[in-house]
């Protein structure tokens, strides 16, 4: 049974750029969430999607938005890249929104901002 | 606002012994606790989930212990292995409503087995 996959693994983007990640939960599951690990700050809540609604956000600026399909594969999009957006981004899937459910994490998208 | 934190930050132990790793967590309104490791620069590996209602919850080596009541979780490893050097991570996801369904994380124990 395949994982969550997320990809690419490596993105370098200069400032004021745009990026999309993707992430591709585990067959079956319907909620995906996504999270931005840094040194600084540790892994941090973005946001939650179930059944192609966004069903709860972060403290983060609308710069980071996202998306869910009906397949339930998910993207990520932040605008206007700034240096401080350098993070890894890590996807968790679950079966549903059950709040007993299991969370399974992607390898995650290493973003570098020059 | 819910806070977890971990201790110890780092932790270094010669391979073959027993450790401990702590979590705690402020407010003690949890669905569950999840442990997760996490290798450098990769994702997180999921090792235990305890529900609410759980007291511990083992898998092979690994045996997590919960007391909502203190607000604290602890991941027993035995018999440790230079394969189990990583970073381990706590996460707690909350009851209040603004919580939603995310979790909060602590930041992590370093852990390294040396041979």
């Known amino acids: 049974k395949a994982g969550v996959t997320q990809t690419p693994r490596y993105l370098i983007k200069t400032r004021g750029q745009q990026v999309t990640l993707s992430c591709s939960p585990i067959?079956?599951?319907?909620?995906v969430s996504w999270y931005q690990q840094t040194p600084g700050q540790g892994l941090q809540f973005l946001f939650e999607?179930?059944?192609?609604?966004?069903?709860n956000k972060g403290n983060f600026p609308g710069r980071f938005s996202g998306r869910q399909f009906s397949n339930s594969r998910s993207e990520m999009n932040v605008s206007t890249l700034e240096l401080g957006d350098s993070a890894l981004y890590l996807c968790?899937?679950?079966?549903?929104?059950?709040?007993?459910?299991?969370?399974?994490f992607g390898q995650g998208t290493r973003l570098t901002v020059v | 606002k819910q806070e977890v934190t971990q201790i110890p930050a780092a932790l270094s132990v010669p391979e073959g012994e027993n450790l401990v790793l702590n979590c705690s967590f402020t407010d003690s309104a949890i669905y569950n606790l999840q442990w997760f490791r996490q290798d450098p620069g990769k994702g997180l590996t999921s090792l235990l989930l305890?529900?609410?209602?759980?007291r511990e919850q083992t898998s092979g080596r690994l045996n997590a212990s919960l007391d909502k009541s203190s607000g604290r979780s602890t991941l027993y490893i035995a018999a440790s292995q230079p394969g189990d050097s990583a970073t381990y991570l706590c996460?707690?996801?909350?009851?209040?409503?603004?919580?939603?369904?995310?979790?909060?994380f602590g930041p992590g124990t370093r852990l390294s087995v040396l041979p």
């Open positions: 968790a899937s679950s079966l549903n929104r059950g709040l007993a459910t299991e969370a399974f």
């Open positions: 067959s079956g599951h319907r909620s």
């Open positions: 996460a707690v996801r909350s009851t209040h409503d603004n919580y939603g369904q995310n979790f909060v």
């Open positions: 999607y179930f059944s192609e609604t966004q069903r």
């Open positions: 305890i529900q609410s209602s759980q």
